[in-house]
């Protein structure tokens, strides 16, 4: 049965903290990987990844893939309040038509 | 460019009443989806589309239908609603060639069914 886990559920942590949140696979005919941002409404994307080991950036964000392991990891670093939200991780697999959602982290950043 | 657009943003329903949720994109986009969100469950695809005119089910398609009449607009219906349809509900829309990837979401709509 194909999967997507993310950990951990929820996560607190201070302003300036530096924090990983994880996504691990298990999906048939893996085609990539995305991350996504949700605030109080709709995701927002942030990265696809279909490669391993190539880090994409974007600010204080980066995401890289392990196509051997089967995971992805997505980093914040020097967190602020407004980086509080759910992080969304989604597989695309080759031959389906819709993307397969893992349960989401709630990041909360308190001052 | 409004984007996805979703209608209405709120609405509370009886058990045994119908509505239909309407989607409104325009990126010209192929494919359509219609999502749930539930605490703990993240987004599970209830349908979705590949273009004009088709559709098909996705994981959780019982007590839904919907239709794609036109390129632009997803609209999702329930028939007779019940409480376990209390919900979140997210529409999408993606480009040609589902290997882009990337979904556009619309902000969604709170439905309550008592």
């Known amino acids: 049965e194909d999967k997507v886990v993310q950990s951990p559920l929820s996560l607190v942590v201070h302003e300036g903290d530096t924090v990983t949140l994880n996504c691990s696979y298990e999906v048939t005919n893996f085609r990539s990987l995305l991350w996504y941002k949700q605030e109080k409404k709709a995701p927002t994307f942030l990265f696809m990844l279909t490669s391993s080991g190539i880090e994409k950036k974007s600010g204080r964000l980066s995401s890289i893939l392990d196509k051997k392991e089967l995971f992805s990891i997505l980093n914040i670093t020097a967190t602020q309040t407004g980086d509080s939200a759910i992080y969304l991780c989604a597989v695309d697999q080759t031959g389906a038509n819709n993307l397969f959602f893992g349960t989401g982290t709630r990041l909360t950043v308190i001052p | 460019n409004a984007g996805v657009t979703q209608t209405p943003k709120f609405r509370v329903l009886k058990t045994g009443q119908s509505m239909t949720l309407l989607c409104a994109q325009d990126?010209?986009?192929?494919?359509m989806y219609w999502y749930r969100q539930d605490p703990g469950m993240g987004l599970r695809l209830i349908h979705y589309?590949?273009?004009?005119?088709?559709?098909a089910k996705g994981e959780v398609p019982d007590g839904y239908n919907v239709s794609r009449l036109k390129k632009q607009n997803f609209l999702l219906g329930l028939e007779s609603a019940a409480p376990s349809q209390t919900s979140v509900y997210f529409c999408?829309?993606?480009?040609?060639?589902?290997?882009?990837?990337?979904?556009?979401f619309g902000p969604g709509t709170r439905l309550t069914v008592t």
């Open positions: 589309s590949v273009g004009e005119g088709t559709t």
């Open positions: 990126m010209n986009h192929e494919y």
């Open positions: 999408a829309s993606g480009g040609i060639g589902h290997g882009d990837g990337e979904q556009y």
